[in-house]
Each structure stands twice: as structure tokens, then as C-alpha cells.
């Protein structure tokens, strides 16, 4: 399995790299938005799930999943960001994403609701030999 953990905060990427140690997960990292759409140009097939912060400099989440959805891109996106008013979960849900997560969150929901976008695509947390 791979995810592509979108974030402009490098201690923030490393904690929800951190949060799945022990699972079946290889990580691509972008700082932001426009990084995350190179690495989607390029490997957009390779992905089973995106992690995507909203405020990012140069292109904002919210624009990533917009341009996403502009193209059919079908990865799931769980936004992991500060916004947290409900105009904003619901531009991101409506923008595609299939979960939300406040910062600061905790490993356990982080992973909680991981599986569950995954079990919505028919694919499953594994932890390796497991």
C-alpha cells in the first residue's frame, strides 16, 4: 500500500508517517500543494490514499482536491488540517475528500479513520505478515 502525505509542515508529515509504523505502507511526501500535483501527474495510479493539509503556500488543499476532481482522479483524500468550522468540512467533503481530521489529532483516529476511507475502496490496513 502507498500514501502520498501532503502537509507544509515536515513535523506534521513525519507524525502521520509515524502514526502508521508497523502497518504495510511505503510513503511519498510533498510540502505542498503544487509538489502534490507533480507527484500525481506522475504516480497518480500508484496512490491508495492521500492525507492532505488545507493551508499550504503556493496551491491550498482545498485546490488540490478541486483539481483532483476536475480530472476523475478517484484516490482517497482524507484532509488532516486546522480547519475545523463545518463551511469547511463540507467545501472539502463536497470538493471529495472522504474524511476529515483536526489537527492536532491522535494517532488512534488518525488510523481509525484511515480504515475506514480504505474499507470504502475495498482495501484494508494491513500490518506486514499480517
Sequence with gaps: MK??????????RQKIINTFIGYDIQFDQAADGAE????????ATDYDLITLDWNMPNVTGIEVLEKMKAKEMKIPVVMVTTESQRAEVVRAMLAGAKNYVVKPFDGPSLITKVSDVLKQVNKELKKPGG
Design 36 to 43: 502534490a500535483l507533480n507527484f500525481l501527474e506522475v504516480l
Design 3 to 12: 500514501f502520498l502525505v501532503v502537509d507544509d509542515s515536515a513535523i506534521i
